[in-house]
């Protein structure tokens, strides 16, 4: 059984979502829950006993990926510009393409998802059994993301606008295959713009019949945590309802905080009050409007 498996995170979306949050930072170094961990903590963990090296690739604040990786042993991809995931696996070919620099198996994680719980081991085990080469990991039906459904042995037939299973985002996908289609879509005329990974490569495989689900356990637990609300509730889940603060950021005396989320080089001035609300990295609180009530505006 071929063994050697790569990760790729891929962290290079600007977070539009989550704006004003990501205005000037990106979605996977946000704060999330304690122990100053940061959304990337969550998939890096998870990935890093599976893997024999790890692949980040970067656009939006690379710089301050660098920085934060510069003592993870990984190996930072910039990419020019946003391409999305296809886009970035087509501008690194060369180096992709270099004997056994993706392995046999590549695992992908979305960098700015919060993930726990999830075998990987298990999930790798069945792709190799079902001889698949595209695997998804999938979790009951949400109200977001690519929906797939799925045969009695597990094939995906079927990519719908709803109904079936929720794509988590996580792939495994077979080295040589991967290399393949993007070898393929260069002959078809790429041309340096965005390339959705999805659309361009595991949408054309369920036809060929390659593609197969694999469903997270009761136990794990995924999110996107792309919006305000999902953002915070997952901090404080994590954080068990506790205060979130970064460590760089400065709290004025007399300022009283409840289940609040305080992120990078923030500011407040004394005197305030602030309750179920999130404060943007580098912005100074001298008023009610410069920070972010979540029972309010996103409940």
Known sequence: MNNDVVGFIPVGGRGERLKPLTNAFPKPLLLMGKDGKRIIDYPLRLIRPNVSRIFISTSYCSNLFDAYFNNHNVEILNDRFLLNIGGSFLQHM???????????QLIMIPGDHVIQGVNIQDMLTQHMEKKSTISIGLV????????????????????TNQGGFSSTGVYIVN??????????LIKRGWDNTQCDFTR??????????????????????????????????????LSLGENVIAASARVGEGVVMRRSIILDSAQIEGGFKIDNSIIPPYTKVRKKSDFITVKQRYA
Do not use: H
């Not at 797939?148 to 037939?157: D, E």
């Open 200 to 237: 361009e490569i595991v949408f054309p495989e369920i036809k060929n019949g390659g593609v197969y689900g694999y469903r997270f356990k009761n136990k794990s637990y995924w999110d996107d945590a792309g919006t305000i609300g999902r953002y915070y509730e997952n901090n404080m889940r």
């Open 140 to 159: 009951a039906e949400r109200c977001y993301g690519d929906y797939f459904k799925l045969n009695q042995s597990g094939q995906v037939v079927d990519n």
């Open 175 to 184: 080295s040589s295959f991967l290399i393949d289609r993007l070898r393929d």
């Open 94 to 104: 060369s180096r992709f393409t270099k004997e056994g620099s993706l392995g046999d």
